[in-house]
């Protein structure tokens, strides 16, 4: 049986925060998600991941980032996402010391994106990589009907394997757009599309797509064998 504990690590600032799922039988890997720029650690698309992945033996850290932790409501304001991103670094940290096996970073829309440019300004000459590989969810690749601006500028220095998820109804992104966008990525990346899904992923209110986690974890398993 899977346990789930409140996470803390204060010895870092700014704090590691979350919710840590330790699984019955652990694989010595590990996973740390965190939220888009509207939620925090609880959502529902959170909670069944990690709920999945722990079942296959990943430990996982739901990662309540800074800015939420600041204020329960609310976007990220001008200058959080610096910060954000040093927390999760910070986060990597604490799991490495918990766990020997392989780490996974991601998270949905703002945070993926924050996961995916602290991957990005990793060092390349760096010996051990920040993490492992990456799972993005609903990644924002540009406001909604402003392909114009598009947040894909750090792609090309991502040399970790990506895993994107997202919904063909993402108003943050086509899956033509994302498309093109993994090949800016040289490491090895796959794309999961989930039909007839929102930014949201099928996970709104009391609204929950029951088949995606397994689906989710499934092509995370062999895409990362």
């Known amino acids: 049986m899977t346990v789930i504990q409140s996470f803390s690590e204060t010895s870092s ?14 694989s010595g890997d590990s996973l740390i998600l965190t939220h888009g720029a509207g939620g925090n650690a609880q959502m529902a698309l959170l909670v069944a991941l990690a709920e999945a992945f722990a079942g296959a033996g990943f430990a996982v ?30 986060a990597v940290g604490a799991m490495r010391k918990l766990l020997p096996g392989r780490l996974f970073l991601g998270g949905q829309s703002y945070g993926g994106r924050q996961a ?44 970790v394997p990506v895993m994107f998820v997202h919904g063909t109804h993402d108003p943050f992104g086509t899956i033509d757009e994302l498309e093109s966008a993994r090949k800016l990525i040289s490491a090895r990346n796959l794309l999961l599309p989930v039909e007839g899904a929102g930014h949201d992923l099928g996970f709104k209110g009391k609204k929950k797509r029951e088949e995606l986690p397994a689906a989710v974890l499934a ?4 895409f990362f064998a």
């Open 219 to 222: 092509a995370f398993q062999t």
């Open 61 to 90: 850290l739901r990662c309540e980032l800074p800015f939420r932790q600041q204020r329960p409501y609310g976007p990220p304001r001008p200058g959080d996402a610096a910060r954000d991103r040093e927390n999760l670094k910070h």
């Open 13 to 26: 600032e700014p704090p590691v925060r979350g919710l840590l799922h330790r699984p019955e039988s652990a």
């Open 116 to 159: 995916s440019m602290l991957v990005a300004e990793q060092p390349v000459n760096e010996e051990k990589q920040l993490a492992d590989g990456m799972l993005l969810l609903s990644y924002p690749l540009h406001p909604p009907s402003r392909p114009d601006q598009p947040r894909t500028q750090h792609l090309p220095k991502i040399e």
